[in-house]
């Protein structure tokens, strides 16, 4: 039984992700911007609210988690598509998150195939300012694929990957979208209780529907992943041990 935390469950594949879990029987604690956002027969060993584009609310959240104790896996799902929050939502808040809680033995955060066409230029990035790019969404989602493959490089008594869901059906997605819904949950729910031994590579993976793939040049680029790591620090004043 592991005890995994879920951003953004109240709905998509994050809420799917936590159901399954937990019908699986493991520890579920969910994260919502509010409480009403959570269904209300949706199994949990605890819930965390706090709006993820507010940098208060993410220490407030990570305060909250440390009382948990060492997540077992933690699953960075909480994200937007577009406006003002894309930066602060999509990657200022799994790095705060890392920053401040106790690393746990799994990290994964959900990118999406249009992180490759994200710009791996990092002047004049403004976290505060995504419409400042001209493709936020996609940046945002290289930026935090490269977040989950720096962790994995870095932190080596514990995994850390990125998972693509696929173009699903979803409030983000659209409900046109051509992928499977519950395909698109099912990988990150295996990364963060599998037995270690049948998850090859062991860390530092990037995956779709339980299969590797070859993510953007920079997310795996060791000078790219430091460089981001010290603007984040920079630009966040929080440093990520």
Known sequence: MALVLVTGASSGIGLLAARGLAAAGHDVVVHARTADRLPADLARAGELLGDLADADAVADVAAGAQRFGRFDAVIHNAGVIDGPDVFAVNVAAPYLLAAAMTPPERTIVISSSM???????????????????????????????????????????????????????????????????????????????????????????????????EPHPAATDPTFQRDLIALLAAQTGVALE
């Open 115 to 213: 992180h490759r066409s994200g710009s791996a230029d990092l002047s004049g990035l403004d976290l505060a300012h995504p419409d400042r790019r001209a493709r936020p969404y996609d940046d945002s989602k290289l930026f935090v694929t490269a977040l989950a493959l720096h962790l994995a490089r870095t932190r080596s008594d514990g995994l850390a990957h990125a998972v693509d869901p696929g173009w699903v059906p979803t409030r983000m997605g659209g409900s046109h979208a051509p992928d499977d819904l519950r395909e698109g949950s099912r990988t990150q729910q295996w990364l963060a209780t599998a037995p270690a031994e049948e998850i090859s590579p062991r860390t530092g993976g990037y995956w779709f529907h339980r299969r590797i793939q």
